[in-house]
């Protein structure tokens, strides 16, 4: 087993943070069976004892599926109101497939002010525990269909983070397209290896440029170091796997399939 999956069966509060490449077929449209087996995944750790939170990108996906004669408009109220066509999309789906094992979900939508004040950070953990303590899988999306860039969030992994802070979760995994962090950018180098374990994100942030470009990889990357850093610092473990590959939880578990693992110092 590898130390990722140690750290899976040991951990008892994990947030799961599905990311829309992680949902989403190669042509844009919502990938039905990958989201399937995700939930199945996530099922078995709940028969595990764990208790689980979803932090879910997808709404824009889901609303170019449910209308698809907006989904070349750049207009942000256009942008917005996808989401908010999306957002019913993504929640039936995930009632129906967590519905098959007879588990409810409830849907949370956030944004930065809710970080942001203390009574509201109160009665987000309230909910969330209420929601977890009855047995309901909660689900959390940025509130996207209002949000402007002054009260935005911006990305599902910086949200995931806080999440994951405010409610004391033991682990955040962040399913992505990627395998993990590579000693440097795979799409360049063939001999490309990938890190296991990470302690020193300090270092990892340093070597990334103000444009987003690093060794190891560019863009998305990014984002999800800086969560890690924000995690680890309350003592919370990141993993960061490849959630388009079929049942890639269990395989981190039993070791036919590898991650990168953050820890804080």
Known sequence: MSTAGEVINESRKV????????????????????????????????????????????????GVGAINKWHRKEDINYKQ?????????????????????????GQMLLSREDFGDHMRNLHIRNTLFTLVDEGVVPVINE?????????????????????ANLWGADLLII?????????KNPKEYRDAEL????????????????????????????????????????GIPLILANGTKPDILRKIVDGSEKATIFYGK
């Open 195 to 234: 890190i296991e374990e990470v302690h020193d994100i300090d270092g990892l942030m340093l070597e990334i440029d103000s444009s987003g470009k690093s060794r190891f990889g560019t863009g998305g990357v990014v984002t999800k170091i800086s969560a890690a850093e924000r995690v680890t610092k309350y």
């Open 15 to 62: 947030v799961v943070k599905i990311g829309s490449q992680t949902l989403s077929d190669e042509h844009g449209a919502v990938n039905k069976a990958a989201m399937h087996n995700i939930v199945e995944q996530l099922h078995d750790l709940r028969k595990q004892g764990k208790q689980i939170i979803i932090v879910s990108s997808g709404a824009g996906i889901c």
């Open 175 to 183: 399913l992505s397209d990627i395998d993990g962090i590579y000693d």
């Open 143 to 163: 509130n996207d269909s209002v949000s402007v860039e002054e009260i935005k969030i911006g990305d599902n992994d910086t949200l995931s983070a806080l999440t």
């Open 81 to 105: 109101a996808l989401c908010a066509i999306g957002q019913v999309e993504l929640m039936m789906a995930y009632k129906e497939l967590f519905g098959e094992y007879g588990i409810h979900v």
